[in-house]
């Protein structure tokens, strides 16, 4: 399976990336060493969406908290970049597709990014993937 990320990225150029205690959601918590990952810098904090792919070097599972009801998986995650992207891919090019059932890359990356705005690690599907790649 191959992820995502949503975050402040300061330095889209960086050869490496690290990101501490990251929400994740869809699947997101099974992150792993060797993973592929796609790097969106997230605009709410000034970024531009997609900027890079990269493979996961190191991840670390937060421990739960014992006194929230509640709480989403954490995840501490190394990147090294692999790939800058060549194409712009954000959130005013994934708006239109709110069709949430039409099996589109698209509207997997608005619903699992913008539906909810906060930055997090994401499990993405195959044809994302796939989808994703054609922008390097």
């Known amino acids: 399976m191959a992820y995502a990320i ?5 330095d889209p150029q960086a050869e490496t990336f690290v990101f501490a205690a990251q929400k994740t959601m869809y699947g997101g918590k099974r992150i792993a060493e060797g993973d592929v990952i796609f790097l969106f810098a997230s605009e709410s904090e000034g970024g531009q969406g997609l900027v890079a792919r990269g493979v996961v070097t190191s991840s670390e599972a937060i421990p739960r908290r014992p006194d929230p009801e509640r709480q989403t998986p954490r995840v501490s995650i190394s990147i090294h970049r692999s790939a800058m992207a ?3 891919l954000g959130r005013d090019e994934l708006k239109r597709f709110k069709d949430w059932k039409d099996g589109r890359p698209e509207t997997e990356l608005n619903f699992k990014f913008y539906r909810q705005a906060t930055n997090k690690i994401v499990g993405i599907s195959d044809v994302t993937a796939k989808f994703l790649s054609g922008f390097f």
Not at 6 to 10: P, Q, T
Request: hydrophobic share 25%; proline share 0%; glycine share 12%.
């Open 86 to 88: 060549t194409k712009r």
């Open 6 to 10: 949503k975050a402040e990225i300061g």
